[in-house]
Nanobody, 115 residues
Framework: EVELNASGGGLVQPGESLRLSCAASGFTFSENWMYWVRQAPGKGLEYISSISSGGGITGYAESVKGRFTSSRDNAKNMMYLQMNTLKAEDTAVYYC????????RGQGTQVTVSP
């Protein structure tokens, strides 16, 4: 059974940082591109970031480029999202997924950015 569990969310103030983690199991993690997507209150899923199977290639949505960084540890079946300079508009539930649209997303983690 495929499982993707995001964690590390919380309540932070604008300008602060958070690091999200994603634990993967049930498939060959090291052979898959992986993605971060998010869903803000009342909105649809939004692609945030992608990372190649080996971790050498990353991509970001314009809304987070320069502030967020994806990484992965294939030995641990883990993926990470370092989020810096957080803004109120980053408030959302964050998910890791095996596809860019988030159809394969697992359990998410809430990130709230508020003064």
């Amino acid at each position: 059974e495929v499982e993707l569990n995001a964690s590390g969310g919380g309540l932070v103030q604008p300008g602060e940082s958070l690091r999200l983690s994603c634990a993967a199991s049930g498939f060959t993690f090291s052979e898959n591109w992986m993605y971060w997507v998010r869903q803000a209150p009342g909105k649809g899923l939004e692609y945030i970031s992608s990372i190649s199977s080996g971790g050498g290639i990353t991509g970001y949505a314009e809304s987070v480029k320069g502030r967020f960084t994806s990484s992965r540890d294939n030995a641990k079946n883990m993926m990470y999202l370092q989020m810096n300079t957080l803004k109120a508009e980053d408030t959302a539930v964050y998910y890791c997924a095996r596809d860019k649209l988030g159809a394969t997303r697992g359990q998410g983690t809430q990130v709230t950015v508020s003064p």
